[in-house]
């Protein structure tokens, strides 16, 4: 008998996913004789869902995509070597799987505080461009 991974005896229940349970629910299928097998030689046990369990304290990034860790840099911390890192960055990951994954991991691991950034006076104090001194000029005669 095939062994699978989406159904496991714990404790005193059957608990299987909602992958192999969608398959398991269909008579005929792999899935369903193996369920039965496993309840023939369980009969006691009940059969259960799993569930994945929920961390409430696990903080969140909403809003945080690969544009808006852009603008923070460029607009917000204005540092040269920090948009050239960045843009480094991004362009070692690109076209690796877990893409944006690594690049918010290297975001966060930088600036930890982003979220202390008061957005509202970022629009209002823009970097000033840079202009050269102004300097008279010299009338040639």
């Known amino acids: 008998m095939k062994k699978f991974n989406g159904c496991v005896v714990k404790g005193n229940a ?3 996913t909602k992958a192999f349970a969608k398959n398991a629910y269909t008579p005929g299928t792999e899935e369903f004789r193996y369920l039965a097998e496993l309840h023939k030689a369980f009969p006691d046990f009940s059969i259960v869902m799993r569930t994945a369990k929920e961390n409430k304290n696990k903080e969140k990034h909403d809003g945080l995509t690969i544009a808006r860790m852009d ?3 460029k607009n917000y911390i204005r540092d040269d070597v920090a948009i050239a890192e ?3 960055v991004k362009k070692f990951y690109k076209g690796m799987n877990g893409y944006y994954g ?3 991991g290297w975001f966060l691991n930088k600036y930890p505080n ?3 950034i008061d957005f509202a006076d970022v629009a209002t104090s823009q970097k000033p461009e840079d202009k050269a001194p102004a300097t008279p000029e010299l009338a040639i005669a």
Request: net charge negative; glycine share 0%; hydrophobic share 55%.
């Open 71 to 73: 603008f923070i840099i």
């Open 114 to 116: 982003y979220q202390d």
């Open 102 to 104: 690594k690049v918010k």
């Open 86 to 88: 960045f843009d480094e």
């Open 14 to 16: 059957i608990v299987m």
